[in-house]
């Protein structure tokens, strides 16, 4: 018998707070049953699950996410997350068009966001 990878658990201040700015990123619903206040937020297509801890988030991630956009292009997409709250972290971007941004969402927690299948090809 094999386990399997239920969720991805992220620690937060505000679990409904940053799963809402990540359901907006992904475009996937948060679970019905989650509401402000909540000690813990579900983006269950995501396989995401945000948890309260004590303590704002301190050094470097350990892990991350990388994103990659499926109908837009990395540079679109970088834009509309900013939009969404992110800030910007780190622009790996190439003049040849290859690598990738490294941004930080409300919270913190940094992520990358890659060229899309259509800019790899």
């Given at each position: 018998?094999?386990?399997?990878?239920?969720?991805?658990?992220?620690?937060?201040?505000?679990?409904?707070?940053?799963?809402?700015?990540?359901?907006?990123?992904?475009?996937?619903?948060?679970?019905?049953?989650?509401h402000p206040g909540d000690e813990m937020?579900?983006?269950?297509?995501?396989?995401?699950?945000?948890?309260?801890?004590?303590?704002?988030?301190?050094?470097?991630?350990?892990?991350?996410?990388?994103?990659?956009?499926?109908?837009?292009?990395?540079?679109?997409?970088?834009?509309?997350?900013?939009?969404?709250g992110a800030t910007l972290v780190d622009?790996?971007?190439?003049?040849?068009?290859?690598?990738?941004?490294?941004?930080?969402?409300?919270?913190?927690?940094?992520?990358?966001?890659?060229?899309?299948?259509?800019?790899?090809?």
């Amino acid at each position: 018998m094999t386990s399997l990878i239920r969720h991805v658990t992220i620690d937060s201040l505000d679990p409904y707070a940053l799963a809402t700015f990540w359901s907006a990123v992904l475009d996937r619903p948060l679970h019905e049953d989650d509401h402000p206040g909540d000690e813990m937020a579900l983006i269950e297509d995501a396989g995401l699950l945000f948890v309260t801890v004590p303590e704002a988030k301190a050094g470097k991630n350990r892990v991350h996410l990388d994103l990659q956009p499926q109908d837009r292009t990395r540079d679109q997409e970088v834009e509309r997350v900013l939009g969404l709250g992110a800030t910007l972290v780190d622009d790996q971007r190439k003049p040849d068009g290859t690598g990738w941004v490294v941004l930080a969402d409300p919270e913190g927690n940094e992520f990358c966001v890659e060229r899309s299948a259509a800019e790899r090809a």
